[in-house]
């Protein structure tokens, strides 16, 4: 049987274009412990030429 609920993918997205530039796994066993909701990563927006403080978005499925 296939592990329920431990990893699930997500999508980073660029806050100033709002591009999806980033998919990453997420570990919801260790986000509930680290008591944070939501995913922020430092990366390279390809439409703004810069770095910038991706937001985790919603699930894909
Ligand atoms: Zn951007």
């Not at 986000?31 to 937001?55: A, F, P, R, Y």
Request: overall charge positive; hydrophobic content about 30%.
């Amino acid at each position: 049987m296939a592990k329920k609920g431990a990893r699930e993918l997500v999508g980073m997205i660029c806050p100033t274009c709002k591009a999806q530039n980033y998919v990453t796994e997420r570990n919801k066993v260790n986000m509930d412990t680290k008591g944070k909701g939501k995913l922020e990563l430092k990366k390279w927006c390809q439409k703004c030429k810069k770095i910038s403080l991706h937001k985790e978005t919603g699930k894909l499925k």
